[in-house]
């Protein structure tokens, strides 16, 4: 009797052991093919914002990468979250940030900063892009201290998208873009705080 109750117990014991070694092996293959379908699902999305953005600022588009913060892995991607692109060179850093949308039936991408750093004469120098790499502003800045900006080109765009003018100076910004987007120069007059 007692040798029959420890056949039921051997029997019970190795179909238990095989289940969980089963369910092991199924969660383990389901683990990587999920993994892979994220890699997949990045891979995708991050060819897809390079074609956007080549499409958008007519850029070579080797050598970015997503910053790891952002886009490690597809499952972290938020809707309309703000993703960034970084490639360094040898003599300056570009940092590009946008936001992607993949919950829509087709995937979009919005452009919001291209930007250009690189150090020379012991100045940093920051350069905002628009679309066909258009310079939307540029200025020099001490690398360390109060960083004081001195404007090359695009004092008013900078200021506007900075919240610098008030509100009817931003009125007269948008009334008069196309020329005041390409004025040059630090010490310029200050914009009319009057709507015309």
């Not at 383990?28 to 699902?41: D, G």
């Not at 913060?69 to 300056?92: G, P």
């Amino acid at each position: 009797m007692n040798q029959h109750i420890i056949t039921h117990i051997i029997k019970y014991t190795m179909n238990k052991q095989v289940i969980i070694l089963v369910l092991l092996v199924a969660i383990s293959f389901f683990y990587n093919c999920s993994n892979n379908l994220v890699k997949n699902n990045n891979d995708k999305i991050y060819h897809f914002c390079l074609a956007e953005m080549n499409k958008y600022y007519n850029i070579d588009t080797t050598g970015w990468t997503f910053d790891s913060n952002y886009l490690k892995n597809y499952n972290h991607v938020l809707l309309n979250a703000t993703n960034y692109f970084i490639k360094k060179s040898e003599d300056s850093l570009w940092f590009h940030v946008f936001e992607i949308d993949i919950y829509n039936k087709d995937t979009s991408y919005v452009p919001w900063e291209l930007y250009k750093r690189y150090e020379s004469s012991g100045l940093q120098h920051i350069i905002s892009y628009g679309k066909e790499l258009d310079t939307l502003y540029h200025y020099k800045a001490t690398l360390f201290g109060d960083m004081h900006k001195i404007f090359i080109r695009g004092k008013y765009y900078y200021k506007y998208i900075n919240h610098e003018l008030s509100n009817n100076q931003r009125k007269y910004f948008l009334n008069h873009y196309d020329s005041l987007i390409r004025v040059k120069g630090n010490k310029l007059p200050e914009l009319p705080d009057v709507i015309d």
